[in-house]
């Protein structure tokens, strides 16, 4: 009876933590998914009714007229082609370095590598400043280079100790032995036998340098002056500017007004744009994007 009683008070128990549990999941879900239903909603209607406050969840007086008008903006496209320029080869770029440093990190027999770990690690808390990384990049000439864009960043530190602590955790290093003791090389050890069992942290790690390359703008802004090679983000920044409206709507003073309501929802418009690609992506890898980071939390 007494045993009966016990299970029943923790069974009570258990389902009072899980209803607690599920209305704070819920009201941290609704916490962030209703700012992207309201951009989303924004950027479909009218300018009039998004300044009245009129807007809730879905769109009032549904209009495509905000798009139109980003996308008359030659820059757009222009921004976007070397936005995803630089995100696929730097990705891919990232990825190569960061598996090359970080296999042989991971090795037992490599020596010197926790010295080598702090030097890497020192990088993380401190860095020459701007003014002389802007001199060093200017002395290699890629002042007004794409490659400006993928280079510097070429190695994370914390994405290189992530993947050096999947190699040293998460894969045996027995099946290393047993392939040098079968004749297989280093090179060939790491494509025959590290990658194929790291998926998963490949993908978390290219989704990582991925979504850092479509968002960034800094170094465009610090490295770019041609106008023509800048990159989506930088060209959308610009637009949320009223004097780069004003040019790009091509109103005369007589329609200030007009440019000054359609400027309201333009900015919900172009928010939309730069978030979709990555919206987009992120099904398709989230399996590998899920257990990576449990493998991560794990055992790193």
């Known amino acids: 009876m007494r045993t009966f009683i016990n299970n029943h008070i923790q069974f009570k128990k258990k389902n009072i933590f899980d209803m607690v549990n599920v209305f704070l999941l819920t009201v941290i879900l609704l916490l962030i998914v209703y700012p992207l239903i309201y951009v989303l909603s924004a950027s479909f209607s009218d300018a009039q009714q998004v300044i009245a406050g009129n807007v809730y969840l879905f769109p009032v007086d549904f ?3 905000s798009y139109v008008s980003v996308f008359k903006n030659q820059n757009i496209l222009r921004g976007f082609l070397i936005t995803v320029f630089v995100t696929f080869f730097g990705t891919i770029i990232n990825l190569i370095m960061t598996i090359l440093a970080a296999y042989p990190l991971s090795r037992k027999d490599l020596n010197g590598k926790n010295i080598i770990m702090v030097f890497i690690t020192i990088t993380m808390f401190f860095s020459g400043g701007i003014i002389p990384t802007y001199l060093i990049i200017q002395k290699l000439g890629l002042i007004n280079n794409l490659l400006v864009l993928i280079l510097p960043g070429a190695i994370s530190t914390y994405n290189l100790i992530i993947m050096r602590t999947f190699f040293q955790t998460s894969i045996p290093y027995e099946l290393q032995e047993a392939a040098f003791i079968d004749g297989c090389s280093n090179s060939k050890a ?42 989506l983000q930088l060209v959308l ?19 200030l007004l007009q440019q000054a309501l359609l400027g309201e929802t333009i900015k919900y418009s172009v928010i939309v744009i730069s978030s979709l690609p990555m919206l987009i992506i992120y099904p ?17």
Request: charged share 15%; hydrophobic share 55%; glycine share 4%.
């Open 63 to 65: 209009t495509v007229e």
């Open 190 to 231: 790491l494509l025959r036998i590290i990658l194929p069992l790291s998926k998963p942290i490949i993908a978390v790690i290219a989704l990582y340098y991925a979504v850092a390359h479509w968002n960034a703008y800094f170094n465009a802004m610090m490295y770019l002056t041609k106008r023509a090679l800048y990159p």
């Open 237 to 255: 920044k610009e637009i949320l500017i009223q004097s780069q409206m004003t040019s790009m709507l091509q109103m005369d003073t007589d329609s």
């Open 284 to 300: 398709f890898i989230q399996k590998f994007f899920v257990k990576g980071v449990m493998i991560g939390a794990v055992k790193g």
